[in-house]
């Protein structure tokens, strides 16, 4: 079994965005759907839902970031 980085989506109040990806990230994050959703037993997200909380879980886990957000503050 493959550990991934992400968890299940939670079914969150959506916000609109528009974001243009390259062909090849938008067919890399609809296959990490498709992975996620074996590894969790959920339905296969919609790969544009993937966007935040991988976005949230690189920010959470940049330590470089961490240590410039708290200088900044």
């Not at 790969?47 to 909380?53: F, Q």
Request: net charge positive.
């Amino acid at each position: 079994m493959t550990k991934l980085k992400l968890g299940p989506i939670a079914d969150d109040k959506p916000v609109k965005a528009t974001v243009e990806l390259p062909a090849s990230l938008h067919r890399d994050l609809v296959a990490y759907a498709a992975v996620l959703a074996r590894e969790t037993g959920q339905p296969a997200a919609d790969p544009m839902k993937l966007i935040v909380p991988m976005l949230e879980r690189f920010i959470a886990t940049d330590r470089a970031f961490a240590k410039a957000k708290r200088a900044n503050l």
